[in-house]
């Protein structure tokens, strides 16, 4: 089984950088047993990213696959707030303690 | 992904929208019932803020906000219309246009150094606002920047139920549900989003550019349903949009998003959730006929614009100029066509060629005439001009426009807007006397300042007149001599005098004035004019007046020309100029010939540009016309008419006389075409037509 | 009829201080151009004469279009001017894109060769004895037991200089009966 990864984005989780990101997301849910995105450097979200976001939990959740997103900015924290989504960062997957766990064996 | 080009159509309509604001705003003063124009400017300030909304632009939004409250005011009588709101209203269209320019640039208008400039100007409309009765509402001109919810309209708070199930190209092309949700907040409050992503599909199976989502939104706007319904309008065709008017308590909607139930529960069991998104899909058809007369209204309304717009369209200024390209090439491989045909002696051919050029010569006319403006639009921008620097001067100036349907080629409009301004600048400051010198003269209060333009012989001229002062000769001449222009003993006619003010250098403002005085001006704009080979005069009358003529070639792409030879060297005349051709016995020393019992002088070719080859037992004189004046070029053969492409000579040849450009013949020989206003002004002072001269000097080159 | 040539594409191992130049004839001299402002070479034919202009300025020619003015070097240089021979050539040059007229034809004798030139053979310009202005050589260059003289484009073709040029010989012509 992969090892947990923790992944930066530093692109805008916007409609412009959707497919990159769209990839890059794709990637780490395919390398890692569970994918924790830190968002700390991403400055701005709109409703592309959004969709990546819920896209990304899916998969994850289809396969059984910890992933969550930490680190967000006020702004893209807002964002969501706005949209009435802001749960797409706050709450963890069923398997988040799975990820904390494997995370504390491994180092 | 084209939101780039979405936003260009905005940067572009924007500017058109503040130019009609501007138009619509100086027109107010002088018309008896300026409702309409109320209403054009309050209804252009209504698009730029609704567009920007769209795009997120909300510096624009929050600004054209408070000048659309003032101008709903002024539309509904409790503000009136006086010079200085007209003033104030001017410039915050200008400030609207520094922050279209900045997202033009940058892409958004957010600027400390811009939003300070903006605080004097929100100051202002606040206080017309305040001053301006009824409404409770009112922006405070601290924070008039960012209160966008108060809307000085009249009926009260209502709530809003708006579902909106995007259609999956909405991203795609360009837009936003966050922009459009961000714009109703300025409506208004926006009191709840429900967002619905059931439908998006796993990460592999997405298109990241597709859009999944549905939105339920609730909004307290005193804004108005067509406020509402107006933030969807470029949204709307590619979803499925409902408002409906909720009562007074929040909407007993099934809430999913604000128990905020697991995100995965609702990922992983689609069908369960809420029933928001089953609110939005059980009743698609519902939806669907509610959006549906609402589209049926928009697009009606949208239809009637369009019919309105339907006789024009935009073009891409380099495409035009490809296409002129093209055109001019197409002209000189039809002039080969043509001679090889002649030559090659084949009736059929000879036709068939002959054909072939009037058809591309009527597509020439054609292209040429897309190219073609009318002055008018410029002429209409000095109104602005006249206004602000009439303000400025303290003189109460009026602009009367003349020949606005004139037109001429759009290169040659660029290019004479920067001297045409500095020509009207010059007028009014120098020119028109302040009131009380004009009340002493016995003229009325109001100086003039006239436009004109019109067409001449295949020249456009354009005229700035003023009833001012005139030129001060004296002061002319003593500048000049004190700047070392003329020697102090020098005598000159009134129009050498007043043709001193074009020497670089030459200014006689007492004091430097931050428009005209500097003395860079006059002699920029004849060289600018030159450069357009165009020539500039001066008529003026002490007391009564001046004007100022600028004349311009029509085109600067293709000739009509008449060609002609002189010993080895073909020139090209331009066709409107030339009158008629007479032969000539040649023979005598003088240079003038009786032409039906009148003088013409003419000029020899040959000596004046000191060429070689063959001499003519049999030349020609071609009469030609210029500014009114007639005189004879000699020539040893004429060649005919023929039609060709300018090709502009190489700045290497900018002090050559006589000639103004080049061209290519069909032979590919480049053939020189003769500058007539120069040819002339070279034969010297004594040159003009029918007067005999006695100075040898007539034909001086 | 013109024969167009494009000038060689330098060799792939060109060391970074030599550059190449095209030599051509003039007046039984050797000058060099860097072959980096060529655009092309073209068989002389009729140039269109511009009245009044300074002999430096032989006219203009028809290049595929374009009005191309032409430039005689043996009278920019204040010589005599030469006969044309079937081997005189109008060199096609470019002043570069930000000049204000990217394209020059220069008339001369006829092209050599081009040549590959180090930093290390080219010494300045002589103070005096070369009988050009000085502005106009940007070096001399040892080649083969002769020196080439390597031409200042800029200076040679410098526009203003030249269009002033014609300023001058407006005033001094002289009164035409």
Redesign the interface.
């Known amino acids: 089984m992969n090892a947990p990864l923790t992944v930066q984005i530093e692109l805008p989780l916007t409609?412009?950088h959707?497919?990159e990101?769209?990839e890059l997301?794709?990637d780490a849910?395919e390398r890692g047993a569970g994918v924790r995105f830190d968002v700390s450097a991403v400055p701005e979200i709109?409703?592309?990213g959004?969709?990546?976001l819920?896209?990304?939990?899916?998969?994850a959740?289809?396969r059984r696959q910890a992933c969550d997103f930490v680190g967000a900015s006020e702004t893209v924290q807002a964002?969501l707030a706005?949209?009435?989504?802001?749960?797409?960062l706050t709450?963890a997957?069923?398997l988040g303690e799975t990820l904390a766990a494997l995370e504390e064996t491994v180092s | 992904?084209n939101?780039d080009d979405a936003l260009q159509t905005f940067i572009v309509e924007s500017r058109e929208l503040l130019a009609l604001m501007e138009s619509g705003l100086l027109s107010m003063r002088e018309s008896a019932d300026p409702s309409d124009e109320i209403n054009a400017v309050f209804r252009a300030a209504h698009t730029i803020k609704g567009s920007s909304g769209l795009f997120g632009i909300d510096g624009i939004v929050a600004f054209t906000h408070v000048v659309e409250s003032v101008l709903d005011r002024v539309r509904d009588n409790e503000i009136g219309i006086d010079e200085s709101l007209i003033s104030l209203l001017l410039a915050c269209g200008d400030h609207i246009g520094l922050l279209v320019e900045l997202t033009a640039e940058t892409g958004n208008c957010e600027d400390e150094a811009l939003i300070a400039q903006a605080q004097p100007l929100v100051e202002a409309l606040g206080r017309y606002l305040a001053a301006g009765a009824q409404c409770a509402a009112h922006t405070r001109p601290d924070s008039g920047l960012h209160d966008g919810g108060e809307a000085a309209a009249t009926p009260h708070p209502q709530r809003w139920l708006i579902s909106l199930q995007c259609g999956e190209p909405v991203?795609r092309n360009g837009m936003?549900?966050?922009s459009i949700?961000h714009y109703l907040a300025r409506l208004g409050e926006?009191t709840?989003?429900?967002?619905n992503?059931e439908g998006?599909?796993?990460?592999?199976a997405?298109d990241?550019?597709a859009?999944?989502?549905a939105?339920e939104i609730e909004l307290l706007s005193d804004a108005g349903r067509q406020a509402v319904e107006g933030a969807f309008e470029f949204i709307r065709e590619d979803c499925t949009l409902r408002i409906e008017e909720g009562g007074d308590e929040p909407a007993a909607s099934p809430a999913q998003?604000?128990a905020?139930p697991?995100?995965?529960a609702a990922?992983?069991a689609p069908e369960g959730a809420a029933q928001a998104p089953a609110s939005l899909s059980s009743s698609p058809s519902e939806a669907a006929v509610a959006a549906a007369p609402a589209a049926a209204r928009s697009g009606a309304a949208a239809r009637e614009n369009k019919s309105a717009d339907s006789h024009s369209i935009r073009i891409d200024a380099d495409k035009l100029d490809h296409l002129i390209d093209l055109v001019g090439?197409l002209i000189?491989a039809s002039a080969s066509t043509e001679l090889a045909a002649r030559k090659a002696q084949n009736t059929e051919l000879r036709e068939s060629a002959a054909t072939l050029n009037n058809l591309i010569q009527k597509v020439r006319d054609s292209a040429l005439q897309l190219r073609m403006v009318k002055i008018g639009a410029t002429f209409n921008r000095f109104r602005r001009v006249v206004h602000d620097v009439a303000q400025e001067l303290g003189k109460r100036i009026d602009l009367v426009v003349e020949g606005e349907d004139t037109e001429l080629d759009k290169t040659v409009v660029e290019k004479i807007g920067d001297p045409l301004t500095h020509l009207v600048r010059n007028s009014m400051d120098h020119g028109i006397e302040p009131a009380d010198v004009r009340l002493a003269r016995g003229k009325p209060e109001h100086g003039r300042l006239t436009l004109n333009a019109f067409h001449d012989s295949g020249s456009i001229v354009i005229e700035v007149s003023d009833d001012g002062g005139g030129l001060d000769r004296d002061r002319i001449l003593a500048k000049a001599v004190e700047r070392g222009l003329v020697p102090h003993d020098a005598t000159l006619t009134d129009d050498e005098i007043y043709a001193l003010i074009f020497e670089p250098g030459f200014s006689t403002a007492e004091r430097v004035t931050n428009l005209s005085g500097r003395g860079v001006g006059m002699d920029v704009v004849k060289r600018n004019i030159t450069a357009l080979r165009g020539s500039i005069g001066i008529d003026s009358r002490p007391g009564i007046g001046a004007t100022i003529s600028v004349r311009l070639p029509l085109t600067l792409a293709i000739i009509d020309g008449f060609q002609v030879c002189v010993g080895n060297?073909i020139f090209i005349l331009p066709l409107d100029a030339v009158e008629e051709c007479v032969e000539f016995a040649s023979g005598g020393?003088h240079d003038y010939t009786d032409l039906r019992g009148q003088v013409l002088p003419f000029i020899?070719l040959r000596?004046?540009?000191?060429?070689e080859g063959p001499v003519s037992a049999r030349p020609n004189i071609v009469v030609v016309k210029h500014a009114g004046q007639r005189f004879g070029l000699l020539v040893d053969r004429l060649l005919g008419e023929a039609q060709t492409v300018i090709?502009?000579?190489?700045?290497?040849?900018?002090?050559?006389?006589?000639?103004s450009g080049?061209t290519?013949l069909g032979s590919?020989?480049?053939?020189?075409i003769l500058d007539i206003a120069d040819l002339m002004a070279m034969a010297g002072p004594a040159g003009p037509a029918g007067q005999i001269s006695a100075s040898?000097?007539l034909?001086?080159? | 009829m013109t024969r167009t040539t494009q000038p060689p594409l330098p060799s792939p191992d060109t060391a970074r201080h030599c550059a190449q130049y095209l030599t051509f004839l003039l007046g039984g001299e050797m000058f060099g151009i860097s072959i980096l402002t060529i655009k092309e070479i073209i068989e002389f034919h009729?140039v269109?004469?511009?009245?009044?202009?300074p002999h430096a300025?032989r006219?203009?020619?028809?290049l595929r279009?374009?009005?191309?003015?032409v430039v005689d070097l043996q009278a920019r240089f204040g010589r005599q001017p030469r006969p044309v021979t079937k081997r005189t050539c109008i060199v096609i040059v470019e002043l570069g894109a930000n000049s204000?007229?990217p394209v020059?034809g220069v008339v001369v004798d006829g092209v050599s060769e081009v040549l590959d030139i180090t930093a290390a053979d080219i010494e300045p310009a002589p103070a005096f004895g070369a009988q050009l202005r000085t502005d106009f050589i940007a070096g001399m260059a040892k080649v083969r037991e002769r020196f080439v003289i390597l031409l200042s484009v800029e200076h040679v073709l410098a526009?203003d200089e030249?269009?002033?040029l014609?300023?001058e010989r407006?005033l001094a012509?002289p009164?035409?009966?």
């Open positions: 409609i412009y959707a497919a990101l769209k997301m794709s849910l709109d409703c592309a959004v969709q990546l819920v896209a990304a939990r899916r998969s959740a289809d964002t706005l949209l009435g989504v802001p749960q797409l709450q997957q069923p | 992904m939101l991203l936003d549900p966050l949700i926006v709840r989003v429900a967002t992503v998006v599909p796993l990460l592999d997405l990241p550019e859009c999944y989502l939105f998003p604000d905020e697991s995100i995965d990922l992983l090439e000189t060297s020393v020899r000596e004046c540009f000191e060429l090709k502009p000579l190489s700045k290497m040849f900018g002090k050559a006389r006589g000639v080049s290519i590919g020989e480049v053939a020189l040898p000097a034909a001086t080159c | 009729e269109t004469t511009v009245p009044m202009m300025v006219g203009v020619i028809n279009g374009a009005v191309v003015p204000e007229m020059v526009i030249l269009a002033a014609a300023g407006q012509a009164e035409l009966a």
